[in-house]
T-cell receptor, first 116, second 111 residues
Framework: KQEVTQIPAALSVPEGENLVLNCSFT??????LQWFRQDPGKGLTSLLL???SQREQTSGRLNASLDKSSGRSTLYIAASQPGDSATYLC???????????????WGLGTSLAVNP | EPEVTQTPSHQVTQMGQEVILRCVPI?????FYWYRQILGQKVEFLVS????????KSEIFDDQFSVERPDGSNFTLKIRSTKLEDSAMYFC?????????FGPGTRLTVL
């Protein structure tokens, strides 16, 4: 059964720092992996999607990497800002499922606070 | 930019009552999902829907739950007789290619 773990559970950094959030998954046979942002009491905003055949994806100050064989992904945030404060969730598409209709399996998230 | 919408944003109900949570997926998407997130816990998959039928459902999605796409635009989740443990944030998502797009969620509070 696929399990997704995110470390650390919480992180507090000063503004301007570069930081790395970690995600690990137990079954390396994934279809893709998505990183999301969740603000308190709010919805889920997709940040980056990495297909299983890709090694990394970049969007602005965000860079996500994927090492499928070791069951790991990292989200790198450059030059962090107070507006980056949120919970960051990692979710994988496990193998199986009907055709292209794949569900997401989620980590618990990393709660990030960027202090001015 | 097209987005998934959900109504209501917050629903308060008494235990045993029926609730219907509504979602309008992105218009050209083909796959639809409901997830839920109990406070402090992981987001959990409930059900996926494609071609007007359920593709997959989790153990959580028992006989008290049902989904419908009544008119080609709305996608609803019905809970027939709510329990205290159904209190959670419910998220709708839709997909056409590989990426799932989520609505803002409905916070359900069962008293």
């Amino acid at each position: 059964k696929q399990e997704v773990t995110q470390i650390p559970a919480a992180l507090s950094v000063p503004e301007g720092e570069n930081l790395v959030l970690n995600c690990s998954f137990t079954d390396s046979a994934i279809y893709n992996l998505q990183w999301f942002r969740q603000d308190p009491g709010k919805g889920l905003t997709s940040l980056l999607l990495i297909q299983s055949s890709q090694r990394e994806q970049t969007s602005g100050r965000l860079n996500a990497s994927l090492d499928k064989s070791s069951g790991r992904s990292t989200l790198y945030i450059a030059a962090s800002q107070p507006g980056d404060s949120a919970t960051y969730l990692c979710a994988v598409n496990p193998p199986g499922g009907a055709g292209n209709n794949r569900k997401l399996i989620w980590g618990l998230g990393t709660s990030l606070a960027v202090n001015p | 930019e097209p987005e998934v919408t959900q109504t209501p944003s917050h629903q308060v109900t008494q235990m045993g009552q029926e609730v219907i949570l509504r979602c309008v997926p992105i218009s050209n998407h083909l796959y639809f999902y409901w997830y839920r997130q109990i406070l402090g816990q992981k987001v959990e998959f409930l059900v996926s829907f494609y071609n007007n039928e359920i593709s997959e459902k989790s153990e959580i999605f028992d006989d008290q739950f049902s989904v419908e796409r009544p008119d080609g635009s709305n996608f609803t989740l019905k809970i027939r007789s709510t329990k205290l443990e159904d209190s959670a944030m419910y998220f709708c998502a839709s997909k056409r290619g590989n990426e799932q797009f989520f609505g803002p969620g409905t916070r359900l509070t069962v008293l």
